[in-house]
């Protein structure tokens, strides 16, 4: 079982950049794949960006490609999230997710994720 903390959430101008990270307790994080996901008012937990438990393999949606960067440091505990171009779409709550897989992949799926963070805000001003 993991435990996950997120933390780098805060208010930014358009173009702006932010990092954020997750801290995952335990001693199996190696053997997770990692995720971050966003949830904007009114709209569904829709993902952003995920990477597999080695870091070898990452994925994003169309809509961060390019801007969005997502790391791990499996000696750390702790999974990044580099978001750099920022868009007062990008505005949501973002969430860190994990699940122990023995899979060398990455996964897009919100249901596929057992572990979830508490959130942190992100907010992009225009």
């Known amino acids: 079982q993991v435990q996950l903390v997120e933390s780098g959430g805060g208010l930014v101008q358009t173009g702006g950049s932010l990092r954020l990270s997750c801290a995952a307790s335990g001693r199996t994080f190696s053997r997770y794949a990692m995720g971050w996901f966003r949830q904007a008012p009114g709209k569904e937990r829709e993902f952003v960006a995920a990477?597999?438990?080695?870091?070898?393999?990452?994925g994003y949606a169309d809509s961060v490609k390019g801007r969005f960067t997502i790391s791990r440091d499996n000696a750390r505990n702790t999974v990044t999230l580099q978001m750099n171009s920022l868009k007062p779409e990008d505005t949501a709550v973002y969430y860190c997710a994990g699940l122990m897989t023995s899979s060398s992949g990455w996964f897009r799926a919100r249901n596929s994720y057992d572990y979830w963070g508490q959130g942190t805000q992100v907010t992009v001003s225009s």
């Open positions: 990477i597999s438990w080695s870091g070898g393999i990452t």
